[in-house]
């Protein structure tokens, strides 16, 4: 069965480094994969979405790659700060119209 | 970008009592919405898909007469818990995509927190 695994629940790093996220899939041939941003109490915002051909895509401080072959994905947020802190969710999505399916999420808190 | 509402932001109930949840896109016109029930600290879990003028698409597993979906227009939909009972106390978030220009990603509401007592 599909199964979207992100790296881990929880992640803490100090303020101003590189938070790394990762996003394993198993049993999916994604056309497209997502990162959204959600807030305690709140609904997830989007952020990025990178297609099956692309290997990166970069907005401001995040970077998102997308390694088809690893079935991986990974998120950056570079000079992180504690604002960055939240819950950030992958998804993955077979087609442009089709139902997404999101990843359990891993928790970043950023340290002053 | 294209903006979700969603009402209640949360509501408190008697068990054996309907809740009514709406979920409107406010500026682009949404003939498909999901419907998402989400625990703490566990992600979004798909209820149904919801399409303008035809009925619901159910996740294996989800009540259709428990969890009553109707899409009318471009703009709304609903979804109506009927007979809540404790149990079905979570957070239930709306989505849609986005107008045909972008590029499918999802646009959420806020969430609707239901409590049943």
């Known amino acids: 069965s599909q199964k979207i695994e992100q790296n881990s629940e929880a992640l803490n790093i100090q303020e101003g480094k590189t938070a790394t996220l990762t996003c394993n899939y198993t049993n999916y041939s994604p056309a497209y994969l997502q990162w959204y941003r959600q807030d305690p109490g709140r609904g997830p915002v989007f952020l990025l979405l990178i297609r099956e051909n692309e290997k990166e895509k970069r907005k401001e401080r995040l970077k998102v790659t997308f390694d088809t072959t690893l079935k991986q994905s990974l998120f950056h947020i570079t000079a992180s700060q504690p604002a960055d802190s939240a819950t950030y969710l992958c998804?993955?999505?077979?087609?442009?119209?089709?139902?997404?399916?999101f990843g359990d999420g891993t928790t970043l808190t950023v340290k002053p | 970008g294209a903006v979700v509402s969603q009402h209640p932001s949360w509501v408190i109930c008697k068990s054996g009592t309907s809740v009514k949840i709406e979920c409107r896109s406010l500026d682009f016109q949404a003939t498909t919405m999901f419907w998402y029930r989400q625990f703490p600290k566990q992600s979004l879990m798909l209820m149904a898909t919801?399409?303008?003028?035809?009925?619901?698409?159910?996740e294996q597993g989800v009540e259709k007469d428990k969890f009553l979906i109707n899409h009318a227009s471009l703009t709304l939909s609903t979804l109506t818990v009927t007979s809540a009972h404790p149990e079905d106390s979570s957070f239930y978030i709306c989505?849609?995509?986005?107008?045909?220009?972008?590029?499918?990603?999802?646009?959420f509401g806020e969430g609707s927190r239901l409590t049943v007592l």
């Open positions: 919801s399409n303008e003028g035809s009925k619901a698409t159910y």
């Open positions: 989505s849609a995509r986005g107008p045909p220009t972008n590029t499918g990603e999802l646009f």
């Open positions: 998804a993955l999505q077979s087609t442009n119209a089709g139902k997404s399916t």
